[in-house]
């Protein structure tokens, strides 16, 4: 029992000082050091200001000057005396209202019908789709001919633009549909009629162009543009072309800051032509030529001096022959007013490396035959001075003189006839073709060295009234053939138009001087007689009345002095001509 009872009196004695352990360290408080960590936020009164003043060395370029002001008081006796008043408003006439879309269509009296029209739509702010089409026809215009002398022109264009941020851009398609007919026979050949009948004097042309650019917003690289085209007739002639180029400008900043841009512009070109067979013989014909090109300038002003310094480099590869050739140009024109803004001289040389091709010569003479000699042409310089200005703001002129050395420049001949009117074939027995009765054109090249004076002046001095008139004279030295063939020596045109209210009046006036032409005594090359191609004057009038802004009616009248010239030996051009038609302006159809 003893036993016991010390063991309960130990337990409670543990339990009271457990509980007094306890109270002491509830109650009891440590201390401790607590470190606050936090960014530093800089305020306007932790600054402090630089009391020291710092030195800037100035350059002599940079270099202040000193200014020194003087003024002198002189009384002046004023007698203005000012008045109240209104504002006078400036007649500005009715603004025009402006139309998306037209469309032209009319009637001659050569049985000729006409159709023109043009339509744009936006697709959106940065986008545009244009199309552009005109049709021409006239049915045997051309009197007194033993041919078929019917012509129609057939033009379409499609293209698409779009704006995007740093460049704009813009591809299209065009299509060319032409068709002449050779009727320009000999007049000292008597053909039989069963000849005229056998002869197929028709020629067609189709051309097919895809082309595009690209024009870039603050680069160095300016424009981007190309082209590939094909052109064909209907003698199985073709011909392919490939044109490319780019326009650089180079800044010079950075070797001084007064330097202007260096222009560079550079062009790749190929072009290849076929046809089935030569003038003379039953040979195929090919050329084909690939030419890159370069044409740095530059341009800036001294003490009213403009100054343009350039050059043009040429590497040319004629494809057949495997020859090539390097060629460089002068590209220099300088101008200096004599009195500022009445008249200025100038000076200058130019030169250059001109692909001849079948399009462009069928372009400016439908009438060839689709066996031609195609060469490039070499212009080795064009040496021109002038003087140039303006008389007010009514009257401007430009008088120009210029002396150049062209290689292998383009003149048309007529070709002999392979027929004496009575026969179809010729001397093989091949059967003719529609264009070896002596009734088209070959090109023959020269060498020569070309003196042109021309001067053009323009007029806008009466309200509603705008004349224009220009006159040139060449003067040739050839060195192998006796004349420019049907090239003139002087040409001119006389243009004005007036405008008032609804009415709208226009005339052209062309002259055109003294040409020279072959013909030929029989049905072979030689012997041949030169003949006189006489100048004319061809006058030609256009005018309309708008009755509203959208619709309106034209009247135009040509060759308003019937005069039957011939514009190409034995190719006489038609007569009087009027066409009478309408046309409407409209926003869209969509």
């Known amino acids: 029992m003893k036993k016991y009872i010390w063991l309960l009196v130990v337990f409670v004695t543990t339990i009271i000082n457990a509980q007094d352990k306890k109270q002491k360290v509830k109650d009891s408080v440590k201390t401790e050091v607590v470190k606050v960590v936090t960014s530093y936020v800089p305020k306007i009164t932790d600054a402090f200001k630089i009391k ?21 008081s002189v009384p002046v006796a004023s007698t203005f005396i000012p008045k109240s008043g209104s504002l006078k408003k400036i007649n500005l006439g009715k603004r025009e209202r402006l139309y998306a879309n037209y469309l032209s269509a009319g009637f001659g009296n050569m049985a000729a019908p006409f159709l ?12 545009e789709l244009s199309g552009y089409f005109k049709f021409l026809l006239s049915l045997n215009p051309v009197q007194n001919s033993q041919l078929s002398s019917t012509f129609y022109n057939l033009d379409f264009d499609l293209n698409h633009q779009q704006s995007e941020r740093y460049f704009s851009w813009k591809v299209g398609l065009d299509l060319n549909r032409d068709k002449y007919n050779w009727y320009g026979l000999p007049t000292n050949i008597n053909f039989r009629d069963r000849v005229i009948d056998a002869i197929e004097e028709g020629q067609t042309f189709g051309s097919y162009k895809l082309y595009g650019s690209v024009d870039f917003d603050e680069s160095y690289l300016n424009t981007v543009h190309g082209a590939i085209s094909f052109f064909a007739d209907g003698f199985s002639s073709s011909e392919f072309n490939i044109d490319l180029g780019a326009d650089f400008n180079f800044s010079l900043d950075r070797i001084h800051r007064n330097l202007n841009d260096l222009s560079l512009k550079t062009t790749l070109n190929y072009i290849g032509s076929k046809f089935d067979k030569a003038y003379e013989n039953q040979d195929e014909l090919k050329y084909r030529f690939f030419t890159a090109g370069l044409n740095p300038s530059y341009e800036f002003i001294l003490n009213d001096l403009e100054i343009k310094l350039g050059a043009k480099g040429y590497f040319s590869l004629e494809l057949e022959s495997n020859t090539n050739n390097i060629m460089v140009y002068p590209d220099v024109l300088l101008s200096h007013p004599i009195v500022k803004n009445f008249a200025n001289i100038y000076v200058g040389a130019s030169g250059g490396l001109y692909n001849n091709s079948y399009k462009n010569f069928t372009d400016e003479n439908p009438f060839l035959s689709p066996s031609l000699n195609i060469v490039q042409t070499n212009e080795k310089y064009n040496a021109f001075t002038g003087i140039r200005g303006k008389m007010g703001q009514q009257f401007g002129y430009n008088l120009k003189g210029s002396y150049s050395d062209v290689e292998d420049m383009p003149f048309f001949v007529l070709n002999h006839s392979k027929s004496n009117g009575e026969r179809t074939t010729d001397g093989n027995a091949f059967i003719l073709y529609g264009y070896e009765y002596g009734n088209s054109f070959k090109v023959v090249y020269d060498n020569v060295k070309l003196v042109t004076i021309s001067a053009e002046a323009t007029f806008e001095g009466i309200k509603d009234l705008a004349l224009s008139a220009n006159l040139q004279y060449n003067q040739f030295t050839l060195e192998n053939i006796e004349h420019p063939w049907n090239t003139p020596e002087i040409k001119g045109e006389l243009a004005g138009l007036y405008k008032v209210s609804k009415w709208y009046a226009g005339a052209n006036i062309f002259f055109v001087g003294d040409r020279k032409g ?35 009616v034209f009247l135009n009248l040509k060759n308003v002095l019937s005069n039957n010239y011939q514009r190409f030996t034995n190719f006489q051009v038609q007569g009087f001509q009027a066409m009478a038609g309408i046309s409407w302006k409209f926003d869209t159809l969509f």
Do not use: C, W
Request: glycine content about 4%.
């Open 52 to 72: 020291q003043k710092p030195t800037i060395s100035h350059t002599k370029e940079t270099e202040k000057k000193q200014l020194n002001y003087q003024i002198y």
């Open 116 to 127: 023109e029209g043009y339509f744009r739509r936006s697709m959106n702010y940065e986008s």
């Open 518 to 552: 072959i013909l030929y005594e029989n049905n072979s090359a030689f012997p041949y007689t030169t003949v006189d191609l006489e100048s004319y004057i061809d006058i030609n009038f256009n005018g309309g009345y708008q009755f509203h802004d959208d619709f309106s």
